[in-house]
């Protein structure tokens, strides 16, 4: 199957601080999405990425669609504790029904 | 609204039982998907279903089985449990290909 790198595996950073993680794959893709897991919880969709060299923002988050579509990035700008748990980039793949999940970054924010 | 509905939230089983994690959705979607997640690791597709009466592998499909009688409900049956087993499982779902996929609230299971 597919493999996604995604990086760092973790993250631990004060309250304030900006973040930055990203997403790398050996083949191309079309769609690129960012999701993040709460503790106990499903994944939540945060940003998708339609076409490469996007740049979307959604409050502090900010994702960006690489020019060769084979990666992307998601920053946080000044994090708060809510910013806690799992994020995780994705890929649909060329047939389309197919979503193929990064091992995700956990980030841990300290007040 | 509901969204999407996993039953039991969590579950023990011995290994060799079997046992069938329910997955209900109330939004009409066509697609439906079931994943595992590992402690520490990311989301592995189990199954997925395009559609009632459509199913089709994903990347770890071995020990499972499924089955999509209806546009709201994508079973997923554990014939014979085994430890490599214990997971959270989540189950999926979203209208088209490029919508936005709705997940369940996970069901833990341990196969001790």
């Known amino acids: 199957g597919q493999q996604l790198n995604q990086s760092p595996q973790s993250m631990f950073i004060q309250e304030g601080e900006d973040v930055s993680m990203n997403c790398t794959s050996s083949?191309?893709?079309?769609?690129w999405l960012w999701y993040k897991q709460d503790p106990g919880e499903g994944p939540v969709l945060l940003i998708a990425?339609?076409?490469?060299?996007e740049l979307t923002s959604n409050g502090r988050l900010t994702a960006q669609f690489g020019i060769t579509r084979k990666d992307s990035f998601l920053n946080i700008s000044a994090s708060i504790p809510s910013d806690v748990g799992i994020y995780f980039c994705a890929v649909q793949e060329t047939s389309g029904s197919r979503l193929t999940f990064g091992e995700g970054t956990q980030l841990t924010v300290n007040p | 609204n509901a969204g999407v509905t996993q039953t039991p939230k969590f579950r023990i089983l011995k290994i060799g039982q079997s046992m069938t994690l329910q997955c209900a959705q109330d939004m009409n979607h066509n697609y439906m998907y079931w994943y595992r997640q590992d402690p520490g690791m990311g989301l592995k597709l189990i199954y997925y279903?395009?559609?009632?009466?459509?199913?089709d592998k994903g990347e770890v499909p071995n020990g499972y089985n499924v089955s999509r009688s209806t546009t709201e409900d994508f079973p997923l049956r554990l014939e014979l449990a085994a430890p490599s087993q214990t997971s959270v499982y989540f189950c999926?779902?979203?209208?088209?290909?490029?919508?936005?996929?709705?997940f369940g609230s996970g069901t833990q299971l341990s196969v001790l």
């Open positions: 999926a779902s979203r209208q088209g290909l490029f919508e936005k996929l709705f």
């Open positions: 279903s395009v559609g009632a009466g459509i199913t």
């Open positions: 083949s191309i893709f079309n769609t």
């Open positions: 990425l339609y076409k490469a060299g």
